[in-house]
């Protein structure tokens, strides 16, 4: 049976000033000619990235290699809470008195767990940058985790728990992760299951971050800050921090395997809009790609090419209209209220697919229009793809990435994500060229690769679909058979 869990991002704040000394060993470094990137490894094997020319405004954060894909059945539900239990009392530093220092940066921070990352991050005028990753540091390094921080931010979570459940847009695609990937790394609960909150002590906690929370698994990232200047940051606060000499899991063992199935969730209570329909919902997905595989930048390009959105565009006019699926669903069908691809990479495996609601009366006929819209786009015979589509996606691929790595946040996120996978950062202009030089014939392959059931990912078990369906029990029909009509999945 599947465990309730909570998908959530959480924000909070918090503070703690702790100057160490720089050790006797070199750091090594590695930076990329004509670029502003640079990246320092220090001898305990904490990395620190720097990019972007310093300015009036910086970015700062913290990148630990954890989230639920690592956790075993004793620590499941811990990295939620690591999230809620950030910018706390610390070191020397009571709650009250990290409130009043990170009100006094302004600026913006948070923390937010993923399931292959815990994130620590904040943006502040660039003549702040030390004060505040001071307190980065502190509610990384240094939480005190009382005993009443912990009940409280259960006490929580137990409440959002029952809210979350009542909104399908959030717990569905939780669900599906757990049916792709079932009991195992991707799919394992993102957040805290339910019946788990009360089990979870301090030594828990405690423990998690005594095996995560190491040197070796931290990278610190900065935007708009000079490189030395950061570099003796981070020896300040974390250069004592010793190598850890703490076994961790093998990298085989938590390799992310890919299963697929059927969940119907049936009629779930939902919160009722007022003058709005109640809905059916579903969402099915194949296996996708990893984050470093070559066809990444093709099924990104598919992803925007079909696109999608809501019935109504509230944007004005000609928000998202010329994608496919808005173009030949939502300004087609009336009973169908939202309708989107979406695509999950992650760092060996990933999920591609289509998210839809619509009226429950039309929810048998969805099936059939969806797998045609993605059985298009493995088409090369006339009428399928082309050169107008995918050109069209692919410029507005770059415009998006592009207007997106605007924000200092966003293009801190990138910098600390990739260096945390790959060890350095794949320039945004290399970016651009590997979307430009993607053919036609690029997309229908990766589309037939993916929605074929071929993504051949190291750990794949399964190439069916993955299907989530919650409504009146059935009233999406036999989606599985409609997708072999199409010839969609795996072949069996």
């Not at 001898?43 to 990235?49: K, S, T």
């Not at 502190?138 to 009382?146: D, K, L, Q």
């Not at 709005?276 to 595989?293: K, R, T, V, Y």
């Not at 929810?363 to 006339?382: D, E, G, R, W």
Request: glycine residues 8%.
């Amino acid at each position: 049976m599947l465990r309730r869990a909570l998908p959530r991002i959480h924000s909070s704040g918090r503070s703690a000033v702790c100057t160490r000394r720089l050790f006797s060993s070199t750091p090594s470094e590695i930076s990329e000619p004509s670029s502003l990137f640079k990246v320092t490894t220090l001898p305990n094997g904490l990395r620190i990235a720097t990019d972007g020319p310093p300015g009036h405004f910086s970015a700062l954060g913290f990148y630990v290699d954890a989230g639920s894909r690592y956790e075993d059945p004793s620590l499941s539900g811990i990295s939620h809470l690591m999230d809620r239990l950030a910018f706390q009392s610390t070191r020397g530093i009571s709650a009250d008195q990290m409130e009043s220092r990170l009100g006094s940066l302004g600026g913006n921070y948070m923390c937010v767990s993923s399931r292959e990352s815990i994130i620590y991050q904040a943006a502040v005028f660039n003549h702040d940058v030390e004060a505040m990753f001071e307190v980065l540091s502190a509610t990384v390094r240094w939480p005190e985790i009382t005993e009443q921080e912990l009940q409280y931010q259960k006490e929580a979570a137990a409440y959002e728990i029952g809210e979350i459940w009542q909104k399908p847009e959030l717990i569905l695609p939780e669900l599906l992760h757990m049916t792709a990937f079932k009991d195992n790394t991707l799919g394992l609960p993102l957040l805290c299951p339910e019946e788990r909150l009360p089990q979870i002590t301090r030594t828990d906690v405690l423990r998690y971050r005594q095996q995560f929370y190491t040197p070796q698994r931290i990278v610190t990232a900065f935007v708009g800050v000079d490189h030395n200047y950061a570099v003796d940051l981070a020896v300040r606060q974390f250069g004592d921090l010793p190598r850890s000499t703490v076994t961790t899991t093998d990298n085989s063992d938590v390799v992310a395997r890919y299963s697929g199935g059927v969940v119907d969730m049936g009629e779930m209570p939902q919160q009722h809009v007022p003058n709005q329909p109640e809905l059916a919902h579903m969402l099915f997905a194949f296996e996708g790609l990893s984050i470093n595989d070559p066809d990444i930048y093709a099924l990104a390009t598919l992803q925007t090419l079909l696109g999608g959105g809501g019935s109504f565009s509230a944007g004005g006019p000609g928000k998202g209209m010329y994608s496919r699926l808005y173009t030949n669903v939502l300004n087609r069908y009336g009973f169908i209220e939202n309708c989107a691809a979406f695509n999950h990479s992650y760092t060996d495996s990933g999920l591609f697919g289509i998210t839809v609601s619509c009226l429950p009366s039309h929810a048998s006929l969805v099936a059939p229009i969806m797998c045609a819209q993605l059985a298009y786009c493995t088409s090369k015979m006339n009428g399928g793809l082309t050169r107008t589509d995918v050109t069209r996606a692919k410029n507005q691929l770059r415009s998006s990435l592009l207007m997106n790595l605007e924000s200092k946040m966003v293009e801190l996120e990138d910098v600390g994500r990739q260096v945390q996978v790959n060890g350095t950062r794949v320039p945004v202009s290399e970016m651009c060229d590997k979307i430009d030089r993607l053919t036609v014939d690029d997309i229908i392959n990766v589309a037939r690769r993916v929605l074929k059931g071929k993504a051949h990912n190291r750990g794949s078990q399964s190439g069916g679909p993955t299907v989530v369906m919650q409504g009146k029990q059935g009233v999406f029909g036999d989606v599985l058979n409609e997708c072999k009509k199409y010839d969609l999945g795996a072949r069996t």
